[in-house]
């Protein structure tokens, strides 16, 4: 058996990403470099001794070592049995420790009882503890000092958890994180500093967080991405050792009423009922509103975007995003409906996240930046609206995810390619990676056909599927059955030539399609002939994917009316009286039900919904657009405008009162946009707003909306 330094110097090679010097472990070890030699020689020993390969020496390099992942897994958990000897700490460590201790303890903790965990001096602890202090202020936390009872950690309990969750993203990934409060250490860094931070979470089962997490991926109808997972189950854990200690999540009664609502919040309270069963504690309904936050700032699908109240201005805001970015770029993606869906989709739970201060880690923000430079910029450049309609700096790492969709749209748009082998692209950062992943493959493989992306979580499940024919995945799933490679989330050449390697070794299971697009097309001819379609698009991809034909160009055959079709002499009306907000609404939503659009009712949801959410339909100044789901009545995509003699409060102080009353009828997430995004083309024009507002004709707002 080794003792602890030769562990700590093992875990340092492990984890290096190329060889270390001699010298170099010598000086972080503060030892001699004989001293190295001799425990280099114990390692390699041990290694033998446990029939695991030995250490590498290159010759003017260093030391490396890059076992099997099974050979590591193996390695580390011989390495938690060792105790005897204590590594030197660097000042980052001793405070990452210090600060660990601080958050666990329940009550005061003395600096002598720090320093013996450390097995450093009082003086040692009092000079880190500057630094500690600094760290807390920055989260909005103090260090409160009380003389005969030591040191506590004082603030609210949202920042609070918020710094611990910052603490463990500083010192490691999510996923390692979780791994890390699962299973005995892997992919350690150090050992003593990882073992501190495992302390957070002592003694808790992690077991039933996953199953309340597997609960709400089946009521939401979606699946979390592997690190948005790994996040939840954090945040979670989190929870309920702050629930055991008696420190509960205080919410805003407001905030709280709008949340419940929302479906996140009954799925909340199922996942709720869960885990107070299976950990005996009662969790309070403030609880229940911070993990409703959670899900919705970490959802990476949504079946339905209507679900959303703000479904509308999320459309707006991903069309002028998309809009500014093009033409940054020199680029038309006004027909990518692939772009606009998957962005739409990512805003909704990005929206959360920036709202509630819940931060989302982009691993591969560097190589976005490094190898999209252009792109990453665009994105910077345009994301003015989104920082307006939330209030808040658009961090990097949020903008990188935007730039990873852009990506793949521009090379969606140069892949022109017929597909052989059948692949499932699985990525743990997200929906958008994966999307950028599969459509470098398609433009670099004429034939590979992504017919799935997938979250590791789903691998056993798709490896049942006898159609497809390999695995490229951004980190190992463990698969058996199905040929697997994983690369770099960028595809850079040195992964391209090793599909290639791998395609030469393996034998598709079905050949290739021809003409997909034709004949998807005479598939959905075929029932169009004999049913009536709800959903073309929705159909078509689900059809491309079960028959694994080549991707659908949805923006084909898809009727979008534009704003002069929808906005007429028999849509519009001027200087309308209306004595408060629910009589204006009223007013917008007659003229859709006498012309046939919309049934009575759509007008009684617009008003329901904000009496029960809010004033949120008030997107400007002076500007309402009250709306509802699809299936509160329309009957046809529609719109009307209204002015109002006499301007009239909705309830937004930032926004009344309001003068123009803009209803909208959608029946799909795609057949309005054309006719908004030219809408808001007109509204974006403070004199474009004035003249309709004062108009007094309705052929002058005509005039206007055509100019």
Known sequence: MIDERCAQLLGQIISSEKPIKISELAKKFKVSSRTIRYDLDKIDDFLKANDLPQLIRKPNSGIEYAPMPSQKQKIMTLLEEITSYNYVLTPKERQTMILTELFQAKDYITIDEIADVLSVSRGTVSNDLKPVRTWLAHHNLQLESVPHFGLKVKGYEQDLRRAVISLLSENME?????????????RRINIVADKQIKKLFQDLDILPIEKSIQIAEKQLKTTFADNAYSGLVIHLALAIKRIQLNKNIVMPEEELSRLKFTKEFAVASSMVAFLEESYNIKIPDDEIGY???????????????????EWLQLQILTDEIIKTIGEKLNKDFSIDTELHNGLLKHLEPTIYRLRHNLPLKNPILHEIKRNYPEIFKAVQLSLKPLENYIGKKIPDEEAGFIAIHIGAAVERNKATCSNIYNAVVVCGTGVGTAKLLSSRIKNQFSNINVVNTIASRQIEETSKNDRVDLIISTIPTGSKDIPEIVVNPLLPEKDIERIYRLLSKIQPNISAYTNNQNQLEEILKIIDKYCIIKNQQELARELSSFLNLASYNSSKGVAQPVLKDLLTEKTIELNVEASDWEEAIRKGGEVLVREGFVEPRYVDAMIK????????????PGIAMPHARPEDGVKKVCMSLVTLKEPVEFGNAANDPVRLVITIGAISHETHLKAISQLMDVLSDEENVNKITLATDVKEVLQILES
């Open 609 to 620: 919904n904000v009496k029960e959410l809010g004033p949120y339909i008030v997107i400007a």
């Open 291 to 309: 993990i409703t936050i959670h899900l919705l700032g970490g959802k990476v699908t949504e079946a339905d975007i209507f679900s959303s109240k």
């Open 174 to 186: 999510v996923e390692k994180a979780l791994n890390l409060i699962k299973t005995p250490i892997h």
